[in-house]
């Protein structure tokens, strides 16, 4: 049951549209690549470039801030207070850095040159995240407009960083040393999407992960297998023997302790997982695998998004090159990455692993065990959080349809937010799993983008009253 | 029970071992290393040196075989009938070409400038193989000595090849074309040792080998894990599944029908393994390993010598670069190798791999397996085998001593001979585990070489005796 949509913000959108779009494609002229040290400038003059339109949209604060003293790339902040002193904040979150061209030759017309094809915007950014982010501000004024008000129903502080495509390595340091600048009751990320064009949705979790390489030491140096073999232990048989019990048979990880604190899935959620659209088969093609695999009892889009894993993602020892080479090898490695969901704790996972790993070892193999920082921590809000019942009828109201929910199975800074900014998350992105994010001829659907100005307009609104002080 | 030493047979030694010596020496000094292009010229120049060697020894047919058409580095062939239209015929396996001398800084001496220190002979090639093959026309010229005859007691064929230390790439080829030629009762291979100066002993059996390459297919490209990890199969974790199932709780390879040909150890067999005067944890500190390991219920020298393994020589994929990269990777790679133990088939034990892979794959993960040649196959002659107890009798005599029994864990041209001749295979050598064969200041002891040569003057007569046709 959706609430009608707004006239009066559909007028103001309508109105506005093409100054948006003429602002949005000379952004995304500006090559602002955070992963290419020879773009650093052209980040800088995003940073420049967006806090403009900030300010000409009316923000009365807006900074950019630099990180690593200046020598990492700038994050823009503005805040836009609500006049009301009983309303919530809001901080929302993007990025105005984008990902690396390569191959250009891919492209079908250049990346920095945006064009209009038919109702979408083709180039670097587009979607991710230069187009979502934009329609915050335009969004902000159909709301003022709508409503007739001087300032917003909620006081938005806008955070968009300039190194997210670069893995946001200053991004915790960032927040944590403004914090108090940043404090907020609720965080809405504007960086994801939604399922399809018909099929309004909002993420609702991240998958968090640990990371981490297992050397394991036999023989102090090669021997020759003629003279050893049968007789020493072998740490590449060592490495798979305790490799090959890290699932059981039903697919689930034997770290001990492993699922104590994972949030099961309640039956609605499961229900409404089952309701998306989701073709397994089309799926595995994407994939380009033969088969599903993973842990029994659930689906694949259950697997991905709402259970944790334990992956291999490389192994090496022994003679590796051509030909062969008959010994009995002194060493064997592994990386391994841990998905983990809501409400594990990567620092657990790390003991766990610990403490199983040296039980499952023969006699003659030492180990040691290298864990990549501290790891990143899942974040999921659950479906009846107020915030995320707010992003949902502001969603619904502007795409005039059910709203379903995602999850994301991968890891970003949002759990930094979370953390230590101590609100919930909610996610609000117009995001097409077709929109070439990250790869050549990234595109970007006009209309969602004004869906998604309307469901922030409608948002703010909505929150004021929910999360009303 | 050992016959007295023959007086006549010490006096001939006592006479010419300095000319053995010096003989020794001159050869000592060619450089001729098969490995090294460069020093083709040498190898060939140590086959010339040493066909003059036997022709001044008395040989009266003395041939150099050129193999792959001169391509490859000559073998030195010299026959030398009986008399005796009766007596058996044998072929004495050796090589010519040396070790290359790298590190040679680590070399006391120059390696092909050979110093005598004490009782020993310092120099690449003293004892692997020079200084060990001389001793035959030596030994020969003694047996004719002390007997006073013209012609050997039995017919002698000297196959002594130029391409050991490269791996005999042309050996099985010669033996088949010139298979005629070499027709024997017996083959007596002098390229071995004896457990130490107290202890002789006869080497009886040669481990053989099969090597394959296996290569898991999962998803046809990596994966990011954040979207797929949990849901589709990863081959480096199938790999460790298979591979961890290589063996069960006992030690034992779980190939099918793995060990139906192996011949068990006699408890003859294993009382006189255990009455070498072997000392386990040397042997362990020597492999620098902390413990050993392997098939239940067999010692160390058991496991090494007797009892056939599956090895994982080098294992890899994914990523295994700097870093992290959270992928589920498309493929995994694994070199196995297998040693066998008679009367094991190495075309078997590829069926067997090609049989117990499959079934222990999931499904979407794609597998191939290449196998290295057909193998290589091992053998081995039991203690009551005439032949070897012929050797046992002349080494017995000739250290005044009980011989006992070893084994080679590992696989070389021996089991070739065999085959391609249709002859049981024994082994007369004089080595030391000290000698650093294949390693800085090789060096063989003097003293042990006129043992070996006293040993041959003694088994000549005795096997024809014992395989008088």
């Known amino acids: 049951m ?14 506005n549209a093409k100054g948006y779009l003429d602002d949005l494609v000379e952004w ?3 090559p602002s690549i955070s992963g290419d040290p020879a773009h650093a400038p052209d980040v800088r003059r995003s940073a420049e470039w967006f806090g403009g339109a900030l300010r000409d949209a009316g923000f009365p604060i807006v900074e950019v801030w630099e990180t690593d003293g200046g020598a990492g790339l700038p994050a823009v902040f503005a805040e836009w207070p609500s006049n009301d002193p009983r309303a919530p904040t809001v901080v929302v979150y993007g990025h105005h850095d984008v990902q690396p061209i390569d191959p250009i030759e891919l492209w079908d017309s250049p990346p920095f040159e945006p064009i209009v094809v038919g109702d979408q915007l083709r180039g670097r950014g587009a979607a991710d995240d230069k187009g979502q982010i934009l329609f915050h501000p335009l969004g902000l004024r159909a709301h ?9 129903a909620v006081t938005i502080k806008l955070l968009v960083e300039g190194e997210e495509e670069s893995g946001s390595p200053h991004f915790a340091t960032l927040l944590r040393d403004r914090r108090d600048r940043l404090s907020c009751d609720v965080v809405v990320v504007t960086d994801t999407g939604i399922w399809n064009r018909d099929t309004p949705s909002i993420c609702t979790a991240m998958r968090g ?5 297992i050397h394991f030491r036999g023989p102090a140096g090669d021997l020759h297998s003629g003279s050893f073999g049968g007789a020493v232990p072998n740490p590449l048989t060592a490495m798979a023997g305790v490799l090959a019990q890290l699932h059981d048979e039903r697919g689930r990880v034997t770290l001990p302790g492993f699922y104590d604190r994972v ?12 309701r998306l659209p989701f073709d397994e088969s089309e799926w595995l093609a994407n994939a380009r695998s033969t088969a ?11 697997r991905v998004w709402t259970r944790p894993t334990a992956e291999i993602n490389g192994m090496w020892g022994g003679h590796t090159g051509a030909g062969s080479k008959t010994i009995v090898p002194s060493e064997a490695h592994a990386k391994l990455s841990f998905r983990l969901v809501a409400d594990q704790d990567p620092g657990e996972v790390q003991a766990a692993v610990r403490a199983w790993l040296p039980a499952r070892l023969p006699a003659g193999i030492e180990w040691d065990l290298e864990f990549e920082s501290g790891g990143v921590r899942p974040c999921m809000t659950p479906l009846d959080h107020p915030a995320l019942q707010a992003v949902t009828r502001a969603v619904g109201r502007a795409f005039e349809s059910e709203v379903l929910y995602t999850r994301e ?3 970003g800074p949002e759990a930094d937010l979370a953390d230590v900014l101590e609100a919930p998350v909610v996610f609000l992105g117009v995001g097409l799993p077709d929109d070439q994010i990250h790869a050549p001829n990234e595109k970007v659907d006009i209309p969602l983008l004004l869906r998604g100005a309307e469901a922030a307009a409608y948002l703010w609104p909505d929150l004021a009253q929910t999360l009303r002080r």
């Open 2 to 15: 959706t609430t009608a949509p707004d006239p009066a913000v559909r007028a103001y959108l309508a109105d």
């Open 292 to 302: 599903g695999a993973g842990e029994e009892g659930y689906s694949a889009l259950e």
């Open 409 to 411: 199975g991968g890891s």
């Open 209 to 213: 992960m640990a990371l981490c390489e």
């Open 144 to 152: 003022l407009a709508a409503t007739g008000r001087t300032g917003p």
């Open 28 to 30: 995304l002229r500006i």
């Open 263 to 274: 949030i099961d899935l309640t039956d609605r959620e499961r229900e409404l997982i089952e």
